[in-house]
């Protein structure tokens, strides 16, 4: 049997088209269908009123909107400097030993660890025995746990990624390492490292199961990060399961799927204008 390279890269790249549009598809019948279904349910009094529970789930989700940004904010505070310095001392500084081995192992194995056992982690740890209670702190402490591995995984790669030509003439030219990482290296992974991080906002905002027992579940209006709370994901789950108002879950789902439209761009655009700045361009 003859082996034809053209055909078999036409047939791979076939694959490679068809799998991407297929994707695609799926993503815009998704949240076509979510928005189509729950657009009609939005309204003023939707937006600007808490959730008053019963099973014709009445009310709406002001409470929920601001628990879930109180919770993006806490916890990329306390996420991003911690997930993007250990990516940048494994990638530039840590030596090829046992330690460092340990410590990649450690990562690798906490990526796999499913979300509710790091909530059952947070709710014995910062609400019981810290006492935090249920909180939006507790519920941010327990989702850096959470994504502290796949941040620092992400921008560890990026890091790798830069040439390592462009950290060796940086450092020719008399630049100290730090000068090099700062002005050489960040700059090239930026792209990646921002990747990482809008996927980390999104595990926040999406997550349900480990802020099921850290945050409580409160309806009411929070007023700082000690405050219990709901997020959307959580409410959507509330709607969909212990009431009868499926038009509200899907209109929560919508208010979900903008959200995430309007900080990913955010984050996009704040990145853009600061790897520019990096450069010099600015």
Not at 2 to 18: D, E, M, V, Y
Not at 165 to 193: D, M
């Amino acid at each position: 049997m003859s082996f034809n390279p053209k055909l078999t890269q036409k047939l791979a790249w076939g694959f490679i088209w068809a799998a991407g549009i297929i994707t695609v598809l799926v993503l815009l019948f998704i949240i076509g269908y979510v928005l189509t279904k729950g657009m009609p349910a939005i309204s003023r009094e939707f937006l600007f009123t808490e959730p008053q529970g019963g099973l014709s789930g009445e009310g709406g989700i002001s409470s929920c909107i601001v628990s879930t940004l109180w919770l993006i904010a806490t916890t990329m505070v306390i996420l991003t400097p911690l997930g993007i310095g250990a990516a940048i001392y494994l990638a530039e500084y840590a030596p090829d030993n046992r330690f460092t081995h340990l410590i990649r192992y450690s990562v690798e194995l906490l990526a796999g660890v499913p979300s509710i056992v790091f909530g059952l982690f947070g709710f014995a740890v910062f609400v019981l025995a810290l006492h935090f209670s249920y909180s939006i702190l507790a519920g941010a402490l327990t989702l850096v746990c959470l994504l502290l591995p796949f941040l620092m995984r992400s921008t560890e790669e990026a890091m790798k990624a830069v040439p390592q030509s462009q950290r060796e003439a940086a450092l020719a030219l008399g630049a100290t390492k730090w000068q090099t990482i700062t002005h050489v290296s960040l700059p090239s992974a930026l792209p990646g490292i921002i990747t990482g991080v809008i996927l980390c906002i999104g595990g926040v905002v999406a997550e349900s199961a480990c802020l099921y027992v850290t945050m409580g579940g409160s309806s009411g209006m929070p007023t700082s990060f000690l405050s219990g709370g709901r997020t959307l994901a959580v409410h959507v789950f509330y709607l969909a399961m212990e009431t009868n108002a499926l038009d509200k879950a899907l209109a929560t789902g919508t208010v979900l799927i903008i959200l995430i439209l309007i900080i990913n761009f955010i984050t996009r655009r704040l990145s853009l204008r600061f790897q520019a700045k990096l450069r010099g361009e600015t």
